[in-house]
């Protein structure tokens, strides 16, 4: 059974920085892209950022540009999200992702941590 589970979420000051982590299991993932999403109180769940198998990030939302930074290590099956500078913006549940297949057309979810950021 393949399972995603993030942690590192937490209650922040703005500007502070947080790294939230996603340890995947049930199956490796090294050969698949990774990413995260988010969503805010009343809000769609959008993209924040995605990285390929390699370690090369191919996506960032244009609102985290700058502040945010996806890695992973996949000696660890795990993908990790740096976070800098947080606005209150940035307050949502923060969710790991991986596709099932070779597109993400059916995706794998993990439960999602919590991230607030207070002014």
């Known amino acids: 059974q393949v399972q995603l589970v993030e942690s590192g979420g937490g209650s922040v000051q703005a500007g502070d920085s947080l790294r939230l982590s996603c340890a995947a299991s049930?199956?490796?993932?090294?050969?698949?892209?990774m990413g995260w999403f988010r969503q805010a109180p009343g809000k769609e769940r959008e993209r924040v950022a995605v990285?390929?198998?390699?370690?090369?990030?191919?996506y960032y939302a244009n609102s985290v540009k700058g502040r945010f930074t996806i890695s992973r290590d996949n000696a660890r099956n795990t993908v990790y999200l740096q976070m800098n500078n947080l606005k209150p913006e940035d307050t949502a549940v923060y969710y790991c992702a991986a596709p099932r297949g070779s597109t993400w057309a059916s995706v794998y979810w993990g439960q999602g941590t919590q991230v607030n950021v207070s002014s």
């Open positions: 049930g199956r490796a993932f090294s050969s698949d892209d």
């Open positions: 990285i390929m198998w390699s370690g090369r990030p191919t």
